[in-house]
């Protein structure tokens, strides 16, 4: 997990995809920039769009997320914060949460939330 410069609180690895790159290559570009680890066989787990994906970043940037949602296996693990968005990485048994988790990571990992509209 990382946890995020803007916001201050805990969260999975994420970012927008890149023209021409599919969500299989954004997820496993997003998790080497800002994490330093390098996975591999990412598998879809769940897809979350809708009202609820909705957020308002501290800079006033307003966004409509769809999430895919990836589980993986890990190659590298050393864990680099990226400068400018993450000051910490971690890996975190499910069982020892952060309790400060963006909302996103909560329905993720907490709510097990998978649903789509």
């Known amino acids: 997990m990382i946890h995020r410069t803007d916001t201050h609180l805990w969260g999975l690895p994420a970012g927008s995809k890149e023209l021409n790159e599919s969500l299989v290559n954004t997820a496993i570009r997003e998790v080497?920039?800002?994490?330093?680890v390098t996975?591999?066989?990412?598998?879809?787990?769940g897809l979350l769009s809708g009202p609820e994906m909705q957020f308002t970043y501290p800079n006033g940037d307003q966004i409509d997320a769809v999430i895919a949602v990836y589980t993986a296996q890990t190659t590298q693990q050393?864990?680099?914060p990226q400068p400018?968005?993450?000051d910490r990485?971690?890996?975190f048994l499910p069982a020892d949460l952060p309790h400060q988790l963006t909302d996103f990571t909560?329905?993720?990992l907490v709510e097990k939330t998978t649903w789509y509209e």
Not at 32 to 36: A, I, N
Not at 39 to 45: A, E, F, N, R, V
């Open 32 to 36: 080497q920039e800002e994490t330093g």
């Open 39 to 45: 996975i591999t066989t990412p598998s879809l787990t």
């Open 78 to 80: 050393q864990l680099t």
């Open 84 to 86: 400018g968005e993450t």
């Open 89 to 91: 990485v971690a890996f």
């Open 106 to 108: 909560r329905k993720i």
